[in-house]
């Protein structure tokens, strides 16, 4: 009965080590997705450029995919306005220095003065640069 309870705590002690191993980047990513939400709804170049590898191919469900630098002049210039952003049913899946997270994202808009809704689900790709994780792509698609 003893070697059942040494060999259970063993497996949950080193069952929670490589949690906690893991959970490091998590949480590090985690707060990355909450940087790049609040620089989408008050951005600026700097933030955007921050978050953001300058690799980035950001995909918008229309189709249409932006670089690095057309991803931020549309926030940073106000033609894609951003007056609020829910985030859900988020998971983050770490591969080495890259990062794969999910979630479903919904907003409203003020683009051109019109005000709008979307509700989407994201792709999103980070990898750590330079111990920093930066947003690498990003794919939306509609929700019905």
């Not at 790049?36 to 995909?59: F, V, W």
């Not at 080495?96 to 997270?101: K, Y």
């Not at 907003?107 to 640069?129: E, F, M, R, S």
Request: aromatic letters at 4%; charged letters at 20%.
């Amino acid at each position: 009965m003893k070697l059942r309870t040494w060999i259970a705590s063993a497996a949950i002690l080193l069952g929670s080590l490589s949690l906690q191993a893991q959970s490091a980047d998590e949480k590090a990513v985690a707060a990355a997705v909450e940087d790049l939400r609040k620089a989408m709804i008050d951005p600026t170049k700097a933030a955007l450029e921050g978050i953001s590898a300058k690799e980035l191919s950001y995909g918008h469900s229309s189709g249409l995919v932006e670089d690095q630098a057309a991803f931020v002049e549309a926030l940073a210039s106000g033609k894609s306005d951003f007056v609020s952003i829910t985030l859900e049913d988020q998971t983050i899946k770490i591969v080495g220095n890259t990062a794969i997270v999910r979630h479903k994202f919904s907003a409203d808009t003020n683009n051109n003065n019109t005000p709008g809704k979307v509700n989407l689900a994201i792709l999103l790709i980070w990898q750590k640069q330079s111990g920093k994780w930066k947003l690498l792509a990003r794919q939306a698609v509609k929700l019905v």
